[in-house]
């Protein structure tokens, strides 16, 4: 498996910005599926959004769509997560997964490694 690390959550005000990355330590990082969950306290895992290991297929929650923008570049062993227009309901941690394949992208039980998580907190 994959190891994953994330960076780049804070604390920010409503409408703000941020750009999360995911490092993956695996030089064969372009055959992987990276997808971003997120996780608020007291709930379960949730998708955010996913992309295929050339960069090429894209997916996202349906409450991100047009706000969050999910890209990578394999040269940096790096996925992004681009978060426009941010609302205090995106407050969670967000976690980073790597998995083969592109199927089953709802379901966290689908990917194989996972990171320990960021916090995002947007206040209003």
């Known amino acids: 498996q994959v190891q994953l690390v994330e960076s780049g959550g804070g604390v920010v005000q409503a409408g703000d910005s941020l750009r999360l990355s995911c490092a993956a330590s695996?030089?064969?990082?372009?055959?992987?599926?990276v997808a971003w969950f997120y996780q608020a306290p007291g709930t379960e895992r949730e998708f955010v959004s996913a992309?295929?290991?050339?960069?090429?297929?894209?997916h996202y929650e349906n409450s991100v769509k047009g706000r969050f923008t999910i890209s990578r570049d394999n040269g940096k062993n790096t996925v992004y997560l681009q978060m426009d227009s941010l609302k205090p309901e995106d407050t969670a941690v967000y976690y980073c997964?790597?998995?083969?394949?592109?199927?089953?992208?709802?379901?966290?039980?689908?990917?194989?490694?996972w990171g320990q998580g960021t916090q995002v907190t947007v206040s209003s």
């Open positions: 997964a790597a998995g083969i394949g592109w199927h089953n992208l709802y379901v966290p039980a689908s990917y194989n490694s």
């Open positions: 992309i295929s290991g050339s960069g090429g297929t894209t």
């Open positions: 695996e030089r064969t990082f372009s055959h992987y599926t």
